[in-house]
T-cell receptor, first 114, second 115 residues
Framework: EAGVAQSPRYKIIEKRQSVAFWCNPI?????LYWYQQILGQGPKLLIQ????????DSQLPKDRFSAERLKGVDSTLKIQPAKLEDSAVYLC????????????FGPGTRLTVL | AQSVAQPEDQVNVAEGNPLTVKCTYS??????LFWYVQYPNRGLQFLLK??????LVKGSYGFEAEFNKSQTSFHLKKPSALVSDSALYFC?????????????FGRGTSLIVHP
């Protein structure tokens, strides 16, 4: 079974530039999550999708972050414009849908904002 | 609001000795509890979970955890540590009783197993 795929693995940009991350979850997984993991901290949920609908985006900084999952499969997370404090690893995860199921994580995208 | 506390930033243990990584939680409803492990430059990997039933749950790589409702704890344990167990460990909680389904993670505990 293929795992959660993310790209790119690394990205370096300057502040005020824009950046996009892509995630392809495990086939058949209805629920997709985007997390932000700042160095030395645990993952913080940014947004949760169920199929192509948003379940929760209460912790997403909507003035600069956006995410979509148009066909209920892969997803894109965008930051525009980036700030220095956005430097972090962005993790994508998926589950089969039930809240008691474990999440499967991708390798993450390490973003550095200069 | 739900929360998770991992009181130790780092745990050091000698190979062959038992290890414990501590986790306490706060949630308004019934807790769904998870442990994940993160190796360098890798995503998180699932170790084990408690949803309901037996308070002692067994997971991958010989790890186990005990759910203690009165102490609101879910400590991760292993009888005999291996050097290869050295990694970052995260505890996570979700409210399983119709509350927010947002998973909340602790800040992580670095486990270092010395040869």
């Amino acid at each position: 079974e293929a795992g959660v795929a993310q790209s790119p693995r690394y990205k370096i940009i300057e502040k005020r530039q824009s950046v996009a991350f892509w995630c392809n979850p495990i086939s058949g997984h209805a629920t997709l999550y985007w997390y932000q993991q700042i160095l030395g901290q645990g993952p913080k949920l940014l947004i949760q999708f169920q199929n192509n609908g948003v379940v929760d985006d209460s912790q997403l900084p909507k003035d600069r972050f956006s995410a979509e999952r148009l066909k209920g499969v892969d997803s894109t997370l965008k930051i525009q414009p980036a700030k220095l404090e956005d430097s972090a690893v962005y993790l994508c995860a998926s589950t089969e849908g039930s809240s008691y199921n474990e999440q499967f994580f991708g390798p993450g995208t390490r973003l550095t904002v200069l | 609001a739900q929360s998770v506390a991992q009181p130790e930033d780092q745990v050091n243990v000698a190979e062959g000795n038992p290890l414990t990584v501590k986790c306490t939680y706060s949630v308004s409803g019934n807790p769904y509890l998870f442990w994940y492990v993160q190796y360098p430059n890798r995503g998180l990997q699932f170790l084990l979970k408690y949803i309901t039933g037996d308070n002692l749950v067994k997971g991958s790589y010989g790890f186990e955890a005990e759910f203690n409702k009165s102490q609101t704890s879910f400590h991760l344990k292993k009888p005999s540590a291996l050097v290869s167990d050295s990694a970052l460990y995260f505890c996570a909680v979700r409210d399983g009783t119709g509350g927010s389904y947002i998973p909340t993670f602790g800040r992580g505990t670095s486990l270092i197993v010395h040869p």
